[in-house]
């Protein structure tokens, strides 16, 4: 690593050492400067660099390390100095000067191996100071820089010499830098304060700032660290450059990229090289201060002085010393009550070496001490996770537990957890046991389900009172999402009157994952008597998938629940149940209001599934404001999140969760992408059988119409309705599956049958209310009846959605009718009514939409400002030829030698290609670029036809 990195913001200290250079070289006289600072903050690359730059002015340099090892060994240091001064000398002047100095001196310069007690001998100080006097003064070997690190280990009669020496600088070219370790005595601590009285002190070094650690680590990386990461980066190493060079190359080793993610990674990095390091310089303090160290690391801020004795066995006063001196190093930090480690990977360094025995007696005792001296039992219970075995103690259960309510409390669910398993180590009654593994299947619910349930297993075996006890209606709603039937029955079996009321609105939740494959009990609830969040708002969902109120009704019951706070998971799923109601009848803005809402509150509790869920609501919403980027956003995260929630995909809400994002893929045109979405649909299905739920054959029957498979879309269409009808599920603004029916109808050419479907969809929707599916119902009337009638349904189709919030639904429209105008040869019209829809679809995040509106308004004779452009039209020829080839699966190397141009012409073109066509990327490109991109030979799933140019039929419902 290069110097200028390590001097972060030590540009003062640089000048000042510097300028001292420049003065020598200028007036002929010398000095003495010392820098000072804790073990690892910079000391030695500061001198480091100054004897570089005294090197290019001129100088002589010497530099010279003192030596823990040699510290002992009288004039040692001097010895060196001079010797390596000599050796500077033309060959001729050298022996001159050696023929002048007494033997002593001569033999010990010339032998670099033996060492005699002359050298303990006070005159041979002055012997050397008059042999440096002459180097400089008579034989020419000025200017001369000694650099001396770790002047606290310089031998007593180099001291002395030194101090001899710094008495004649002013008459001689002679400049002495060096550092100072604090914390450490050295060799003769009186000697050593005499020397640094006479000399000046440049600066104190101090950390470094979270600016220079960022700075410093991108220079090492070679790239720029996330600041989340740059400030975990400052936390473990406390800015001491030593150990942010350390950190990098670990991370390096370990092949970890600075971003926001890996920065807790940071937090349980170590190193040998750290952790020998510490044992080496703490030694040079007292023999007992590593286990000292190691005590006060292992208790991580419940050391007092008093502590540390007891679980050390060394001396208080002792120990008080022995601190004293690492807070100078900087290696503690905190006063006698409040001791700790001051920099993480320093700590975790020492832990990590440290034998598991020696470290797990360490923090019983602790824990032991702490619980004796009543302190919280956060701080007891701290130490017990590190031991991995039952120490048989009642007040150990009793501590951990008190700390997992605690943690419950502040909603620090990771320590809860943590807490519990811990527990669960020591020996328990059944029914604590049970009520433990309950409790924990509570926090592990919200984050990982397959976890969850095995402990409740295990609690429902031991003891399914206790256990059914201790299960929250959170739990219970959190298991319905999961469909966890068997263990829901027993849970509400060993329930009594109340609980069983209590938790009533979570079973009647099943009957509404039904569509999506999930399951109900055998056992009748009755009627629930509970009027929390979660009963009103499936209340508001009951009347909505059954048509038993009007949407006007139900936006009122939903709107009631949602103003109900966000407290509990329970109310976080009663939520996204009046979100649902919402969509459906219409509420747009308000939903997405209110889903946001519902967003942050389940992300502050962590409950995972709910975050999941009611971020796929938010991109419903989002959809059909036309705010379709957006939209696929939050789809890519709701499933990655139930994915993390549920890795085996055996829940309903996984199941829901991935049929949402297969129609916003069929919708998008990317069938081969929503194709393999349902492959593993089927392949996650309990008994590997298809999956023949309602939402399922609904989501493969718009992706085979997509891709004209119309008979088998045609089954399952008239599969999915059969199913919805026996669950009473009958409202068309939840599942338009009679337009799809009737869509796949006329292209089989059964117009008369799918007549029949279009008017049992009006009759509904009329009755419902809303707007978007009397629009939908009305648009696929057109497609049924064809002109001159379907021009009317068209227009009311329009004249319904223009005053309401489906702008994506309107557009359609819209394109629809300049489509038929454009036909009839009424282009004027057509024109009129296409300027409308494009006007609304530059506000819209769709670029494939605009790229077709805009090409019907050009077919109709419209013109498009080239700025309003985008899609295909948008692009440049080059970047056509260049985008055309890579959505074909060129790479860029092959693109360039087909094209004749370079590699960086190529990847220029990309790169506007892709802002043109609103895409992230490669992957991207043949699904913007249409059926351009599929070139011959283009094939789809089943064999049908491949993509298509986006056209409003495709999007109803």
């Given at each position: ?10 540009v ?5 050492l510097?300028?001292?250079?420049e ?9 003495f ?9 910079g ?35 001097a010895?060196?100095v001079?010797?390596?001064?000599r ?8 022996g ?7 033997t ?6 010339g ?6 007690d ?34 606290h280990?310089?031998?007593r009669?180099?001291l002395r ?6 008495e004649?600088?002013?008459a ?7 550092s ?57 190493t406390?800015?001491?450059p030593l150990?942010?060079?350390t ?20 937090d349980?990095?170590?190193a ?36 540390v ?26 006063g ?8 993480p990977?320093v700590?975790?360094?020492v832990?990590?070496e440290?034998?598991?025995?020696l ?8 824990a ?14 701290r130490?017990?996770?590190?031991v991995?075995?039952p120490?048989s ?12 309510s605690?943690?419950h ?7 809860y ?7 669960l ?11 433990v593994?309950?409790?924990?299947t ?8 397959t ?38 029955q ?52 009951d ?54 809402a ?6 502050r ?18 959809h ?13 995260e ?19 969760l ?15 992408f929503?194709w ?17 739920s ?25 599969a ?6 026996d ?24 117009t ?10 009006l009759?509904?929707?009329a009755s ?7 629009a ?22 329009i ?16 394109l ?7 036909a ?36 109709a ?13 948008a692009?440049?020829?080059s ?35 892709y ?43």
């Amino acid at each position: 690593m290069s110097l200028p990195t390590i001097l972060c913001e030590r540009v003062r200290e640089t000048a000042t050492l510097n300028r001292s250079l420049e003065e020598t070289v200028v007036s002929g006289r010398g000095g003495f400067l010392f820098v000072r600072g804790g073990a690892g903050t910079g000391k030695s690359a500061l001198l480091e660099d100054a004897a570089e730059r005294a090197r290019e002015a001129g100088f002589a340099v010497v530099q010279i390390r003192g030596s823990h090892a040699e510290h002992l060994l009288d004039h040692n240091v001097a010895l060196r100095v001079v010797r390596a001064v000599r050796d500077k000398l033309a060959p001729e002047l050298c022996g001159a000067f050696e023929e002048g100095l007494p033997t002593a001196v001569r033999t010990l310069l010339g032998d670099r191996t033996s060492y005699s007690d002359t050298a303990a001998d006070q005159r041979f100080t002055h012997h050397l100071l008059s042999a440096m006097d002459q180097l400089v003064t008579r034989y020419g070997a000025g200017p001369v820089l000694l650099v001396i690190d770790n002047l606290h280990w310089t031998d007593r009669g180099s001291l002395r010499w030194l101090g001899l020496l710094l008495e004649r600088l002013s008459a001689l070219p002679v400049l002495v830098f060096g550092s100072v370790c604090e914390g450490l005595s050295g060799t003769d601590h009186e000697l050593l304060e005499e020397l640094l009285v006479n000399g000046t002190s440049v600066a104190q070094l101090r950390p470094l700032s979270q600016t220079a650690v960022g700075t410093a680590l991108g220079v090492m990386l070679h790239a720029d660290p996330d600041p989340a990461f740059t400030a975990a980066a400052l936390r473990v190493t406390a800015g001491y450059p030593l150990l942010v060079v350390t950190l990098a190359q670990l991370l390096t080793e370990l092949g970890i990229r600075p971003d926001a993610s890996s920065a807790p990674l940071l937090d349980e990095l170590a190193a040998d090289s750290v952790a020998m390091s510490v044992r080496v310089r703490t030694r040079r303090i007292s023999p007992d201060a590593f286990a000292v160290y190691r005590v006060i690391a292992a208790l991580d801020g419940d050391a007092g002085v008093d502590n540390v004795a007891f679980l050390s066995g060394i001396d208080p006063v002792a120990v008080d010393e022995v601190c004293h001196a690492m807070r100078k190093m900087g290696l503690l930090t905190g006063g006698n009550t409040g001791l700790k480690a001051a920099q993480p990977l320093v700590r975790n360094s020492v832990l990590r070496e440290c034998p598991p025995t020696l470290l797990q007696n360490v923090h019983t005792q602790a824990a032991s001490l702490l619980h004796g001296a009543g302190a919280p039992a956060g701080a007891v219970a701290r130490h017990l996770l590190i031991v991995r075995r039952p120490l048989s103690e009642p007040w150990v259960v009793a501590a951990l537990l008190t700390a997992a309510s605690d943690a419950h409390a502040a909603n620090d669910t990771g320590s809860y957890i943590r807490y519990l398993r811990r527990a669960l180590i020591e020996p328990l009654a059944p029914d604590t046991a049970a009520k433990v593994l309950t409790e924990l299947t509570g926090a592990l619910a919200r984050v990982d389900i397959t976890d969850a349930t095995a402990h409740l297993d295990r609690a429902l075996a031991i003891s399914p009172d206790a256990a059914s006890e201790a299960t929250t209606p959170d739990l219970f709603v959190l298991l319905a999402l999961a469909d966890r039937k068997q263990q829901l029955q027993t849970v509400y079996q060993h329930s009594d009157a109340a609980r069983r009321q209590a938790l009533a609105p979570s079973l009647r939740m099943l009957r509404y994952l039904v569509p999506y494959g999930g399951s109900v009990l055998e056992e009748r609830t009755g009627a629930e008597t509970v009027d929390n969040t979660l009963t009103m708002a499936l209340r508001a969902w009951d009347d909505t998938a059954t048509m038993s109120a009007s949407a006007d009704a139900v936006t009122e019951q939903a709107l009631r629940a949602a103003a109900a706070p966000l407290l509990r998971a329970e109310s976080l799923v009663g939520q996204a149940f009046a979100l649902r109601t919402l969509a459906a009848a219409g509420e747009l803005t308000t939903g997405l209001r209110l889903s946001e809402a519902v967003v942050e509150a389940a992300r502050r509790q962590g409950v995972v599934p709910v975050i999941a869920i009611a971020v796929h609501l938010r991109s419903t919403f989002l959809h059909r404001l036309g705010k379709l980027g957006k939209a696929r956003a939050d789809a890519s995260e709701s499933v990655r999140l139930v994915r993390s929630w549920d890795p085996a995909g055996a829940t309903t809400v996984w199941r829901m969760l991935h049929t949402q994002v297969v129609h916003l893929l069929t919708d998008a045109a990317r069938t081969e992408f929503a194709w393999r979405l349902v492959d593993e649909l089927h392949r996650k299905r309990a008994g590997s059988a298809p999956d023949r739920s309602a939402q399922a054959l609904y989501a493969t029957g718009r992706l085979r119409l997509r891709n004209g498979d119309h008979k088998g879309a045609l089954q399952d269409f008239v599969a999915c309705g059969s199913a919805l009808g026996d669950q009473g599920m009958v409202n068309p603004a939840v599942t338009a599956w009679q337009l799809h029916a009737a869509m796949a109808l006329v292209r089989l050419g059964q117009t008369g049958a799918a007549t029949g479907y279009v008017r049992e969809h009006l009759e509904k929707a009329a009755s419902w209310g809303a707007p978007a599916p009397v629009a939908s119902g009305l648009r696929v009337q057109a497609l049924v009846t064809g002109p001159p009638g379907s021009a009317a349904s068209l227009e009311e189709a329009i004249a319904i959605l223009r005053p309401t919030e489906e702008h994506l639904g309107l557009v359609y429209a819209l394109l629809q009718r300049g489509q038929q105008l454009r036909a009839a040869d009424d282009l004027t019209t057509a024109r009129r009514v296409l300027r409308e829809a494009h006007d609304i679809a530059l506000r819209l995040d769709s670029p494939p939409l605009l790229d077709s509106v805009s090409r019907e308004l050009r077919a109709a004779g419209g013109r498009t400002p080239r700025s309003e452009r985008q899609g295909f039209d948008a692009l440049t020829d080059s970047e056509r030829r260049v985008a055309l080839l890579a959505a074909r699966g060129k790479k860029n190397r092959e693109i360039a030698k087909t094209l004749f141009v370079q590699m960086r012409t190529v990847e220029i073109h990309l790169t506007n290609t892709y802002r043109k066509l609103g895409i992230g990327g490669r992957d991207d490109l043949a699904t913007a670029l249409g059926a351009a991109a599929t070139g011959p030979g283009g094939a789809s799933h089943g064999g049908a036809a491949g993509h298509r140019s986006l056209t409003p039929i495709d999007t109803v419902g």
